[in-house]
């Protein structure tokens, strides 16, 4: 694993993406006010193949601020690959195909009580284990978080997730 992609997952398991947005290991304890999640929710995953050499940055990439720091801004050139629109229901898995074979699998989990939404998370190639272990993240509503690591065409694919994306972000 090259040094960048483990910055990156080391990044992404252990500090907040966003100030919106929090990632916890799938084994931490619910907080007593959170609230199964009752509804579905629409979500919209970005698939990005970025990419260290100078390049272009997809311009609807360049409004994304969790991308301009450490450790996305080592990459100096973004294109969206797909914009795959899915539904969140409790207790249902929506599986979203990424260009390597592999599967982004999100499950929304809980309403927290300031209306963000808790979301286990993982990547994986279809009957093997995981590649990137359940996560939980908890996200605002419009809030993107980014899971990256996923060799790809020279570069890495970045997965970007954004819950209920009609809503602006606080």
């Known amino acids: 694993m090259s040094r960048l992609r483990h910055w990156l997952l080391i990044a992404i398991l252990v500090s907040a993406i966003g100030p919106a947005s929090t990632v916890a290991a799938q084994s931490s304890s619910l907080v007593r ?23 272009e940055i997809d311009p ?13 801004n080592s990459f100096r050139s973004m294109k969206i690959l797909s914009r795959p629109k899915v539904t969140l ?10 260009p390597n074979g592999r599967r982004v699998k999100l499950t929304l989990l809980r309403v927290m009580p300031d209306g963000r939404y808790k979301v286990r998370a993982a990547i994986n190639r279809p009957d093997k284990a995981d590649y990137l272990p359940l996560l939980q993240v908890v996200a605002s509503a419009g809030d993107p978080f980014f899971v990256a690591g996923q060799a790809y065409q020279g570069g890495t694919l970045v997965v970007g997730v954004i819950v209920d994306p009609q809503k602006n972000a606080k």
């Open 60 to 72: 609807q990439l360049k409004k994304l601020t969790a991308l301009r720091r450490p450790p996305f």
């Open 89 to 98: 229901t409790p207790g249902k898995d929506a599986l979203v195909s990424l």
């Open 33 to 55: 006010s959170d609230r199964p999640a009752s509804s579905s929710v629409p979500a919209e995953v970005l698939v990005v193949l970025a990419k260290e050499e100078a390049g």
